[in-house]
T-cell receptor, first 113, second 113 residues
Framework: GQSLEQPSEVTAVEGAIVQINCTYQ??????LSWYQQHDGGAPTFLSY????GLEETGRFSSFLSRSDSYGYLLLQELQMKDSASYFC??????????????FGSGTRLQVQP | NAGVTQTPKFQVLKTGQSMTLQCAQD?????MSWYRQDPGMGLRLIHY???????DQGEVPNGYNVSRSTTEDFPLRLLSAAPSQTSVYFC????????????FGPGTRLTVT
């Protein structure tokens, strides 16, 4: 089986930097993904880490440490529009060997002026 | 491309009624999945499919059926609706079960009274 843990809420001010952590337990591991979801909207893909280290995409970066079963999403130069929920997700082999995507319960980020 | 489409957007059912949530994608994706999202609980996988004619159960399959007769369509059937099935339902697709990016539909908000 698998489980993912992330904080339920984070608050930060506009222009600041915020880090959202994710720890996971899986029977296998095929990478850690991050998704963003605004209220009333659908989740949208942000980033993916298969190997250890930092991946940067504009203001967003994602980090993975496979030895620690840990990753984080780093958001820089926060803007009001970054207020959303952020989910980490892993692919984990089931009994069938197929790799379904499992999501954490999400971190709600509130950006304040 | 329309991407992933879902119908209806909203639905109210009485306990015991049955219905089908429709999902279609025009990206020739092999992998499709259904999630439900309840407040504070993130996305939970209901059923998924790695290709036409192949389906598997996810984390919370009870009370739901799926079939995949074509690559494009992946309908979700509620057999006998219960208030516990009140939720927002998302359909998602990707090229394969090893693809790290999933594309989500806009969701169906279902209320069972």
């Amino acid at each position: 089986g698998q489980s993912l843990e992330q904080p339920s809420e984070v608050t930060a001010v506009e222009g600041a930097i915020v880090q959202i952590n994710c720890t996971y337990q899986t029977s296998g591991f095929y990478g850690l993904s991050w998704y963003q979801q605004h209220d009333g909207g659908a989740p949208t893909f942000l980033s993916y880490n298969a190997l250890d280290g930092l991946e940067e995409t504009g203001r967003f970066s994602s980090f993975l440490s496979r030895s620690d079963s840990y990753g984080y999403l780093l958001l820089q130069e926060l803007q009001m529009k970054d207020s959303a929920s952020y989910f980490c997700a892993v692919r984990d082999p089931k009994d069938t060997g197929r790799r379904a995507l499992t999501f954490g319960s999400g971190t709600r980020l509130q950006v304040q002026p | 491309n329309a991407g992933v489409t879902q119908t209806p957007k909203f639905q109210v059912l009485k306990t015991g009624q049955s219905m089908t949530l429709q999902c279609a994608q025009d990206m020739n994706h092999e992998y499709m999945s259904w999630y439900r999202q309840d407040p504070g609980m993130g996305l939970r996988l209901i059923h998924y499919s790695v290709g036409a004619g192949i389906t598997d159960q996810g984390e919370v399959p009870n009370g739901y059926n799926v079939s995949r007769s074509t690559t494009e369509d992946f309908p979700l059937r509620l057999l006998s609706a219960a208030p516990s099935q009140t939720s927002v339902y998302f359909c998602a697709s990707s090229y394969s079960d090893s693809d790290y990016e999933q594309y989500f539909g806009p969701g169906t908000r279902l209320t069972v009274t």
